[in-house]
């Protein structure tokens, strides 16, 4: 079983590196797709239908998993591509359930979820490649909800990198090795 993470700003090419390398490593596997953005405006919606076309012809079983990937099962031993990490994080820190806590305990629950969530799948993947982003080095101070998110991803990150296999960024669309 191997372990990536790949990571990078917006509009880097982590997404199209990151289905590129699922195809390479599970050429005759099932291969998934971990959908973690949720479709609430008009651009979410255009991101999400651009990204499947993408993968359009790739083979890959979809599957929507908004929250809760703890809970997440998969039907066969396959490849399985997790995007994206940073929707991830927003919907288990932002949920409605969650109302009632504050900013650092949300963190706290979203990264200790999140963090079981790969342990799960990554039993029960060949090979699992994890997309996430690169959002820490803009130099703006936020509010307090945006950074208590900030910092549950950047822990979530690390800890993922930690045990990864194979960390990676993508930068103008040129793949760097980084683990």
């Known amino acids: 079983m191997m372990f990536y993470v790949v990571t990078g700003g917006s509009g880097s090419g982590k997404s199209e590196y990151a289905e590129q390398l699922i195809c390479e490593i599970g050429k005759n596997e099932a291969r998934y797709y971990i959908a973690t953005m ?6 979410s919606r255009r991101r999400i239908k651009r990204h499947r076309s993408m993968r359009a012809d790739k083979r890959f079983v979809t ?4 929250r809760n990937l703890q809970k997440l099962s998969v039907t066969e031993k ?5 995007e ?23 963190a ?3 990264e200790d979820k999140i963090l079981r969530g790969i342990k799960n799948i990554k039993k029960q993947a060949m090979h699992l490649v994890v997309v996430t982003n690169e959002i820490f080095s803009d130099g703006v101070h936020y509010d307090p909800w945006t950074r208590a998110y900030q910092k549950c991803l950047a822990a979530v990150n690390n800890k993922m990198a930690g045990q990864a296999d194979h960390v990676i960024e993508v930068v103008y669309g040129q793949v760097c090795t980084l683990k």
Do not use: P
């Open 38 to 43: 949720q479709a609430n405006d008009a651009e």
């Open 63 to 66: 599957i929507e998993c908004y």
């Open 78 to 82: 396959g490849v399985v591509l997790l």
């Open 84 to 106: 994206c990490m940073s929707n991830l994080v927003a919907n288990e820190m932002f949920a409605a359930d969650t109302a009632d806590a504050e900013a650092a305990d949300r």
């Open 108 to 110: 706290a629950q979203a």
